[in-house]
């Protein structure tokens, strides 16, 4: 079971120093911390190794002449182990299709980074009856560029983009149909076992709905936004994913 807190574009050195001192390990399982690119590093040195840390985004790019970006091997220089890979406010605030994710998740299953690849449905896809079809074309062109073997590395996030931030989150049930698809789409589209594929969920994840969307086979941890930001939250989220695996 995999249990990943993405801070997005928010937090200080005040918080990272109780947050560390706090967090707790996965048992029997995996723990990630997705914090803004600047605390990568001192997270790292501060986290126990058991706990691994990660950036939200990198660049299409190598190296260069492009200011602001972060490429795959700073990443890996100042500790992370871990790339965020298409989550659904990169492909909606700047504009992230497919080819670019594609692109971006080449370059990180290149640099020998495990990634998360994240997919999910707008509300409008959702209410038209088109979700399944987006987002087994969302995994489809990710196997297409990386190959279904290189997304074993990592995970796949299901999250539907209106349970982003709005506090509503899908159904356990809603969810475990999303994560079968997926493991469906990655057995067509790249030969591979679906079970194979470690999917989890993300999308208003808190610690009063984690047990209930674990006790679902299919989904296989969580992709954790605001509820991530306190220890004290996190570690409910971290312990409900070990109970539903006993």
């Known amino acids: 079971m995999l249990v990943a807190a993405n801070w997005k574009c928010n937090g200080s050195f005040a918080d990272l120093e109780a947050y560390a001192s706090a967090i707790q ?21 501060r986290l126990p190794d058991s706990v691994a840390v990660g ?23 100042v500790g992370a182990s871990w790339v965020l890979v298409g989550h659904s406010e990169r492909r909606e605030d700047q ?15 290149d640099a020998g980074l ?15 009856g088109s979700a399944d079809v ?17 997304l074993v590395t990592g995970a796949i996030a299901y999250e539907p983009m209106w349970a982003i931030g709005s506090g509503v989150s899908a159904s356990p049930s809603q969810a475990a149909q999303m994560h079968a698809l997926i493991r469906s789409t990655a057995t067509t589209a790249g030969g591979l076992n679906g079970s194979e594929l470690q999917v989890i969920y993300g999308g208003s994840v808190k610690q009063d709905n984690a047990a209930s969307l674990f006790a679902e086979i299919e989904i296989g941890g969580a992709l954790v936004g605001g509820a991530s930001m306190q220890a004290e939250s996190f570690n409910a989220i971290i312990d409900a994913a070990a109970e539903a695996r006993r």
């Open 134 to 150: 987006f987002v087994a074309a969302q995994v489809t062109s990710a196997i297409e560029a990386v190959g279904a073997d290189q």
């Open 25 to 45: 390990p996965a048992a029997g399982g995996e723990a990630i911390v997705f914090p803004p690119a600047v605390y990568v590093a001192w997270l790292r040195r």
């Open 114 to 128: 495990r990634p998360i690849l994240c997919v999910g449905e707008s509300e409008a896809s959702r209410q038209s």
């Open 55 to 77: 950036v939200q985004d990198v660049s299409l790019y190598a190296g260069g002449a492009h200011t602001g970006e972060i490429s795959v091997s700073i990443a890996a220089d």
């Open 95 to 109: 504009q992230e299709d497919d080819a670019i994710v594609a692109a971006k998740l080449r370059a990180v299953v």
